[in-house]
C-alpha cells in the first residue's frame, strides 16, 4: 500500500511540474500574489466560520508535534494562507520567503505543493524535497489535506509542514484526521445554529403574544415561559424555568384541579406574588392533551387587569447574574476592597481588576455593574485572549454595510454598541493587540464609535470595566501596551488577593462551597477532620477560588476526603472519612480531574456551553478558558 501511494504521489508531482511549466520559475522564492491589509482583512472576514472551527484543531496538532521544527497553514478554498502557528525556527525561514496570512499557495502562484495540488487532485497529497516545484521549498516535505463542507464541497486545507528528515507518511494521517475534525466542527456549529434559529423562532411567536404565557408539567411546574409573563412577575425568562406555579399564582392547587380533574378551562382574575408585590392579572388556563386524550401540560395566559395593574420591576436587558452578596469572604482587606467597590459603583470612571487566575475578576465586575445605577441595563463581556487577532477589531466597533465581501448588508455592530447604556467587560485586556489599542483608547475618551467601513461616528455612554492577570506596567515597559491606555484604565484600580494572602477566608468558604454544591448534586456534606482541614488552609491553591470549589466538588463526587497536596504533586493520595481508609494506587492531579468532569458535564449536556457552565458553576468565559487551557475542542 505504501510503495503504490508513493508511486500514485509521484504521478500527481510529475503531471503538476508540467502545468506549473506554464505559470511560473522554479527559482522565484516568493508567491505571485500576497493581498495587501485591506484586503487580507476582507479575506479573513469571509472565512472566519472556518478560521474559528480550525483554531482549537490547530492547537491541538500543534501541541502534538511543538519542538518538532513544524509549522501548521490553513488556507481558503483558493489557496489562500488565513492562519500559520508553528514552531519559531521554521516560521522564520517560512516567513523569510513571505509564507505569511494574505499568500497564496497555489500551483499557478507557487508551483507544486502540498496545498495547492490537493486543491486541484480534491483529495490528501504529500509533496517531498525536490518534488516542490520551486528549488527554495526543497528542504520540506508538507502534508495536506482539503476541508470540505457538508456539501461536499472544497472550502479550504489544512497543512502541516516540516524538514523532510522530520517527516514520514503518517504525517499526512495526523492531517486527514485533524482536517476531518475541523470539518465535524463545522456541521456541528452549523447544526447548532439550525436548532437555535429555531428555538428563536418559537421564542419569538411566544414572545408576540400580547400577553404572558406559562406552560407547566402537571405537578405545576414551569417549563416555558414568554418574555411577557417575565415581565409581570419580575424574573428573568430562565429563572422562572423549574418554578412552582403555586408560589407564583394564589389559589393554584384549586385552578389546577378544575384543569386535571375536571377537564375544563378556567378564567378569573386572581391575585399573583411577583418578585416585588401583588398583582392583579387575568388568568387563563388550557389542558394540553396527547393523541390518547392524556392531559400532559396546561398552558397559562395572563393578562393586565388595567384597573389594578401595578408596575412590576423589569429586569430586560440584564446580562450580569452575579451581584455582591455572591462574593464570599471575611478576610478584613478583602472586605475593604468589596465596600469600596460598592462606593465606586456608580462612578463613570473605568476600572481596572488585576489579580491571579481563579480570584474571580468576571464575578467582581458582575457584581459592580449590579450594584450600580446601569443595573437593569446591558452587560457585555469581551474576552480578549480567546478571539483570534484578526477578528477582535469587528467584534469591538462593529461594521458597516459593505465593509467587506461577506459583509452582512445591514452591518454589524461591535460589542460597545451593544453594551450602550451599560458595561462593557474587557477580560485579558493585556492579550489586545497593540494596534486595536489606540482605537480602544478614543472611545473611551470620546465617547463615540466608528465601525469598519464607516465614516460616522456612534455616541456610547458605556461604563468600562477591563481584567487581567498581568502586570500592566510591566507590559508598559516592554512596549506591549500602551502607556497613555493603561493610565486611563487604571483610573479605579482593583486588585484581587490571591486565595493564599487571605487564608482566614479558606474555612468559611470551604463550608460555604460545601453547603451549596451538596445541594446542588443532591448529596450529602462530607466531615473533614481537623488535620486534612488544617493541610487544607496552609495549601497555596495556585488556581485560587476556583480550585477551592472544584477540589470541594471533587470530594463531595468520591464522599471522601482526598490529601490536596497528593493532588497537587500528581502522587497517590489517601481517601478519608469518618469511617474507613482506602488507599488508591493509580490518581491523577486535580488539573487531571478537573479536565475529566468538564469533559463528564459537557457530554451529558450534549455540549451545550451555556447549560454546562451553569451547572459546574462558571461563568460562560470562564468555561471558555478552560476548554482552551484543556485543549478540549466542542463539537
Known sequence: MLQEFILENKEYVKISHNRCKNYINNEQIYSNKILNEKELFNKIELNRELILSALPIMNKVYEFVKGSNFFLIL?????????????????SEAFSFKMIPGAYMDEANIGTNAMGTCLIEKKPIQISGKEHFVEAYHRWTCSSSPIVDTEGHIIGTLDLTGYNEYVHLHTLGMVVAAAKAIENELSSNRFKMLLSNEKRNQELIQNSLMMGMIVTDLEGTIITANSHASNFFGYKQDEMLQMDAEKLIKDWSKIQNIVLEERKTYKDDVDVNSKNNLLQLNLSTYPITNYSGEITNIIILLNEVKKQRKQV??????????????????????????????????????????????????????????????????????????????????????????????????????????????????????????????????????????????????????????????DLKVEVEKGAFRKDLFYRLNVLPFHLPSLRERKSDIKFLIDYFMDKISKKLNKKSIFIPDESMEKLIQYDWPGNVRELENYIELIVNTESVIDINGISKGENYTLINDKVKVKYQHFHSLKELEEEYILKVLESNYNNISQTAQILGIGRNTLYRKLKEFNIVVS
Open 75 to 91: 488556507t481558503d478554498k483558493d489557496g489562500c494562507i488565513l492562519n500559520v502557528i508553528g514552531d519559531e525556527d521554521i516560521l
Open 313 to 470: 420591576d423589569s429586569l430586560k436587558g440584564r446580562q450580569a447574574i452575579y451581584t455582591f452578596d455572591k462574593i464570599i469572604g471575611k478576610d478584613k482587606n478583602f472586605l475593604n476592597i468589596l465596600n469600596f467597590a460598592k462606593k465606586v459603583a456608580d462612578s463613570r470612571s473605568t476600572i481596572l481588576i488585576t489579580g491571579e487566575s481563579g480570584t474571580g475578576k468576571e464575578l467582581f465586575a458582575q457584581s459592580i455593574h449590579n450594584y450600580s445605577k446601569k443595573a437593569n441595563e446591558p452587560f457585555v463581556a469581551l474576552n480578549c485572549g480567546a478571539i483570534p487577532r484578526d477578528l477582535i477589531e469587528s467584534e469591538l466597533f462593529g461594521y458597516d454595510e459593505g465593509a467587506f465581501t461577506g459583509a452582512k448588508l445591514k452591518g454589524n455592530p461591535g460589542k460597545f454598541e451593544v453594551a450602550d447604556g451599560g458595561t462593557i467587560f474587557l477580560d485579558e485586556i493585556g492579550e489586545m493587540p497593540i494596534d486595536l489599542q489606540n482605537r480602544l483608547l478614543r472611545v473611551i475618551e470620546e465617547g463615540t464609535v466608528s465601525r469598519i467601513g464607516s465614516t460616522n461616528e456612534r455616541v456610547v455612554n458605556v461604563r468600562v470595566i477591563a481584567a487581567t492577570n498581568k
